[in-house]
């Protein structure tokens, strides 16, 4: 995660949450599950880890 420090002192996050999951090697896409990385989920397909889209 990148953070770029705000106003106040405090962090803040910079740009969207990924909306989906992708799979890099086969191009398998399934929505992000709230609370779960997509790193750490596989793809059904090809076993890759996906990433954030």
């Known amino acids: ?3 770029e420090p705000s106003p106040g002192g405090g ?3 910079r740009g969207a949450p990924p909306t989906a999951c992708v ?3 086969c ?3 399934t929505e992000k599950v709230a ?3 997509c790193r750490s989920m ?3 397909k090809c076993g890759s880890p ?3 889209k």
Request: net charge positive.
């Open 1 to 3: 995660m990148q953070y």
């Open 11 to 13: 962090r803040r996050r």
């Open 23 to 25: 799979c890099p090697s």
């Open 27 to 29: 191009g398998y896409e």
């Open 35 to 37: 609370g779960v990385p």
């Open 42 to 44: 596989t793809c059904p």
């Open 50 to 52: 996906l990433v954030g």
